[in-house]
């Protein structure tokens, strides 16, 4: 069943989606007053004005300060350092920090301030006493509490084979609420999500409204309002409407005379359709400066897409690519077709749940394959199986099929013909006649 929620949290209505003239004005003067100082807001903030911590002679006792010195000194330890630190001083810094805010803790208990930051300051070890304080922290609407406990989710909660210390529910709220409290890092992060497909549902309308409000806050760390004036622009250049196709293109075209990291491609990828030549000639120089588009333009050159077709410089560029996920979800296609390689659906499929991390499509793909090939033993069933059960519960296209399929076929790492019962009732439930002919097989039917 989908969750009682899912409808609200899916679908954010703010003037049933469509900005008033007014807001849309005020943003757009925010927009472009950007890329004029693009540059300038894509520069990383000062670093930490506290001189490097010295390397200790052993693990001396940490003596913290008291009251607000205490207090001071764990807000200042718990931002990351600029300056580059050896282990023995990073762990120094990890207990001089837990000390000081433990101090500033329990001179001041009812502070959320120091409750958050003594809560982040704990080790792995005492994660439940961690989510302790984030709730009671979360129930007072502080908005980094809230993120810290979709954060625990993200990072410790991926698995399926044993209790959640917060559930993917939980986690959801959480974040949702931290958004709506305009924590630039939460709200950020809803609009990544509800782009990418991970724990929300993929919905670009919401995707752009959480980007654009996002635009309206300070960058969180390591998001530069470059970035996200790049992902606008791309959502804008795909819209059905031809005004905001038009104002993409524009918003993309200014970036990328602007020069900020991603806008090459990202026009590259937005005029692809309709000018190829030139977007083969950006991808082209995007690729020269390492700016990225490489995968696009390998599939221009295999297919003869905006110029000559040159299939062994596009082969050559894919086994090149190392860490790429996109060139390694490419190479999986071409190992499935056994085009310019080999023929090789164990890598196929590695390649493939390797790109699904960021790619939905790969994602769906590579459990179509686990299916038909019972034979391809993987390292990561774990995860494939959290984020397939996921994405069946979250209702994404194909993604219920595709779990059920997996579960009623013969791959040892995944059989489950009672799980996949179930599923076949709750998606006959929502109304799939092919899961309710299906579900007459069940031994319960």
């Keep these: 069943m989908k969750r009682a929620d899912m409808s609200a949290a899916l679908n954010t209505p703010v003037n049933d989606h469509q900005p008033s003239a007014t807001r849309q004005a005020v943003l757009w003067i925010v927009l472009l007053s950007s890329v004029a100082a693009v540059v300038a807001l894509f520069v990383s903030g000062p670093s930490e004005t506290a001189k490097p911590i010295a390397a200790p002679a052993g693990r001396e006792e940490i003596i913290p300060p008291f009251g607000a010195a205490a207090a001071s000194e764990c ?46 300051a704990l080790p792995h070890e005492q994660r439940a006493e961690e989510l302790a304080l984030l709730r009671k922290a979360a129930a007072q609407n502080d908005s980094e509490a809230n993120f810290e406990i979709y954060e625990s989710h ?17 986690a959801e709220q959480a974040l949702r609420k931290a958004a709506e409290l305009d924590y630039p890092p939460a709200v950020y ?45 791309a959502i804008l250049a795909k819209s059905d409407s031809a005004d905001e196709r038009a104002r993409g293109l524009d918003l993309l075209e200014r970036l990328n005379q602007a020069g900020p990291f991603g806008a090459k491609p990202t026009l590259a990828a937005a005029l692809r359709a309709s000018d190829p030549v030139r977007a083969r ?36 560029m894919l086994r090149n690519s190392k860490d790429d996920w996109s060139m390694k979800g490419l190479l999986g296609q071409l190992m499935l077709e056994g085009k310019l390689v080999p023929r090789d659906v164990p890598k196929a499929i590695d390649f493939l749940i390797t790109a699904g991390v960021w790619d939905y499509d790969a994602r769906l793909q590579a459990l179509q394959l686990l299916a038909l090939h019972p034979e391809v033993s993987i390292d990561s069933a774990d995860i494939v199986r959290y984020e397939a059960v996921q994405a069946a519960e979250l209702d ?32 006959a439930q929502r109304g799939d006649p092919n899961a309710a002919q299906r579900l007459k097989d069940c031994p319960a039917n």
């Design 75 to 120: 807000l200042r330890l718990s931002v990351n350092s600029k300056e580059y630190l050896t282990d023995t001083e990073m762990n120094r810094r990890i207990r001089m920090r837990l000390a000081a805010c433990s101090e500033a803790t329990a001179a001041a208990p009812d502070d959320i301030r120091m409750k958050v930051a003594y809560a982040r």
């Design 189 to 233: 992060r809803m609009a990544t999500l509800l782009g990418r497909g991970d724990l929300v549902k993929r919905d670009p309308i919401a995707e752009r409204y959480w980007l654009e409000r996002s635009l309206q806050l300070p960058p969180p760390e390591n998001v530069t309002r470059a970035d996200m004036l790049i992902r606008l622009g």
């Design 396 to 427: 994404e296209p194909g993604a219920m099929a595709a779990l059920i399929d997996l579960k009623l076929s013969h791959h040892p790492q995944f059989r489950d013909p009672p799980g996949a019962c179930k599923l076949l009732a709750t998606a």
């Design 154 to 170: 993200r990072s410790w909660d991926h698995h399926l084979d044993r209790p959640q210390l917060v559930t993917r529910s939980e």
């Design 281 to 316: 000639a950006l991808y082209e120089e995007a690729v020269r400066s390492r700016l990225g588009g490489d995968r696009s333009l390998v599939e221009m050159l295999l297919n003869g897409e905006g110029g000559p077709a040159d299939p062994k410089r596009a082969l050559s």
